[in-house]
Each structure stands twice: as C-alpha cells, then as structure tokens.
C-alpha cells in the first residue's frame, strides 16, 4: 500500500479520536445549564472533563499537523476555504479553555456563571461548525484549476451542511449525556440518562436524514451505506443500553457510531480529499495533494516511535480519574486554588 494511502486512514483515525474523545466533553459543555440543577451539582460535570478535555484537544492538534505535512495543498485549500470557520471554531476553543482555568478563580457566584456561559457557547459552536465542515468536504466547494477555494462564507452553506452541523450537534450532546450518566452519581446521574435517551431518539432522525442524503447524493461507493448503517446501529444500540441503565455499553455504542460516521465520510471522499464543486478534474486527490515519499517515509517512522507514547499516557490518565463523581465529592473550593480533580 502507499504511503499517501496510508496516511489518509492515519488522518481518519486521528479524527476519530479527536471527535470520539472531545465530543462527550463538548456535550458535557453544552450540557452544563441543562442538567445541573445548582453550582455544586456544575462543579461536579466540570470536575468529569476536568481532567482531560485538554488531552483530548491534542488529537485535533496532530490531526491538523499531519495534515499539513502529508497533504499540503489540501490543507491550505481547506484552511483558506473554510477561514472564518476554523477562526470561530478557534476562537470558541480558546475561551473555553480560559472559563476552565478561570471559572474556580473567584467564589463568586455571578463570575463563575459568566464563565460558566463560556464554557457552554465554546462546546456549542465547535460542535455545530465541524459538522458544517465535513458536509462541506462531502458535498464539494468551489475550487478552481489552481486549487484554490473560489467561493464565499455563503457557499459553504446550504440545507445539507445545516444538516450536518445539526447533527454532530445532537451526537455529541447524546455522548455526553452518556458520559455524565457515567461519571456521576445520584440525581444528576438519572437526569443525564433520561436525557440521553430524549435527545438520542431526535438525533438518530437526523442522523438517518443525513447518511441517506450523503449516499444518494454524494457517494460513488457502497462503503458509505455500510458505514452508514453501522452509524445508526451503534447509536440506537447506545440508546437501548442508556435506557436500560447500562451506561458503559451506551457509552461505547455511542462512541463506535461516531467511529463508523467518520470512517464513512472518508470512505466516501476517497480518494478525494476535497472535491470540487466546479469541476471533478479539479478535485483534489490523495495522489495530487501529497508529500513527496520521502517526507511521508520521516513521518511514518515518527508516528510509529510516538503514537504508542501517547495513547499509553491518555490511557493511564482515564485509569487514574475513572471513579464517579457525587456532590459529596465536592468540598468547598477556595478562592485562587485550583478545583479538586475528578478522583
């Protein structure tokens, strides 16, 4: 197999860690003024991501990296079409990251309210956008001869991208939901499955919708229902499990939908990686779009010497902080020190 090849699955599979991992800690985010019933009861959903939404991030750090290194022209036709996209995106990261680390600062309780906010609207955005984006990859933008985006912020929106948006929403809400199921203990614990099942069975609607339309069309390849189907398993399996009060299965039935979703938006560009809305010779191709062998050769040598490092130093850290968390566990906070880990 060649090595471009092989590096458009090691992309896809970084994506699905970046969006199995970071999607229950956007829907924890998301879901921080839904479920809490009080500021112990936030502290206690802060206190389940606390100690890895950060780790999570760094999938979609090396993610955008490989991108760049392997597949250079498709990063900057996807970073020049989808600019003020990836600012928003960016910019919601950022002052998510700063309401954790500042929400606990103060024992007030309208600052951390406001950072609270925070926290929501920089889960919301980049759970809406990143489903804007891959419709956008699978539906195609206008790129011209010379690879470079033509359109405007209006193309890249359109009924289906809204669809896919919608989407990636409503799956990363259910996740982490299931998550917050999970990790606590007593009411919360309850609201977050019956939540989970509410917010699912709308979800999975929307996710029927949207594989369909990506397979009628957008799809040459059978993959893509394959993919799709196994989508939509998983999830309504995650969704039996939830109501069942099985959370563990519900979590891993809801992170292999979104395993099987990413495989099938890739296995549908292949072996695109961007089309073009203008001219299918002008798609962009794994094979127009990449390093030169030898790059790809120095990067396949350092993934194999530090992917292991990595995932065995994220693996340790869900070990450590694994047990459930109760409002017990919450002593109060002083001012200026930091919150109490999720152990």
Not at 235 to 264: D, H, K, P, S
Request: charged share 10%; net charge positive; hydrophobic share 55%.
């Amino acid at each position: 197999m060649e090595l471009n090849v092989i590096w458009f699955g090691i992309i896809a599979t970084l994506w699905i860690g970046y969006l199995v991992l970071e999607g229950f800690d956007f829907g924890v985010g998301m879901l921080l003024a839904k479920l809490a019933r009080n500021r112990t009861e936030r502290r206690v959903m802060i206190n389940t991501i606390g100690p890895v939404w950060d780790g999570n991030e760094v999938w979609l750090l090396v993610a955008g990296g490989a991108t760049f290194a392997a597949f250079p022209d498709w990063y900057a036709t996807m970073f020049s079409g989808f600019y003020l996209p990836l600012l928003v995106i960016l910019l919601a990261l950022i002052i998510r990251g700063v309401a954790f680390e500042y929400r606990h600062k103060r024992d007030d309780p309208r600052w951390q309210a406001n950072w609270e906010r925070c926290i929501i609207i920089g889960s919301f955005v980049p759970s809406v956008l990143w489903g804007v984006a891959f419709a956008n990859l699978l539906q195609g933008v206008p790129i011209d001869a010379e690879k470079n985006f033509v359109g405007s912020l209006a193309s890249l929106i359109s009924p289906y991208t809204l669809l896919g948006g919608l989407l990636t929403c409503g799956v990363f809400l259910t996740h982490g939901a299931i998550f917050t199921a999970l990790k606590t203990l007593g009411d919360l614990r309850l609201r977050a499955r019956r939540y989970a099942v509410r917010i699912g069975l709308a979800t999975a609607v929307v996710a029927v919708a949207f594989i369909a339309w990506t397979a009628l069309a957008y799809s040459h390849t059978m993959l893509t229902w394959v993919f799709g189907g196994v989508t939509a398993i998983a999830f309504l399996a995650g969704l039996a499990a939830i109501a069942a009060g099985r959370e563990g299965w519900a979590f891993l039935g809801t992170a292999v939908a979104i395993l099987a979703f990413t495989c099938m938006v890739f296995a549908t560009l292949f072996p695109n990686v961007m089309v073009s809305s203008l001219n299918p010779a002008w798609n962009l191709t794994i094979a127009n779009s990449s390093s030169t062998p030898y790059t790809l050769q120095i990067m396949t040598i350092a993934a194999v010497i530090f992917t292991p490092i990595v995932i065995g130093y994220q693996a340790w850290t869900y070990w450590v902080f694994r047990r459930r968390l109760g409002t017990q566990h919450m002593p109060e906070a002083a001012v200026g020190s930091d919150e109490p880990a999720a152990n």
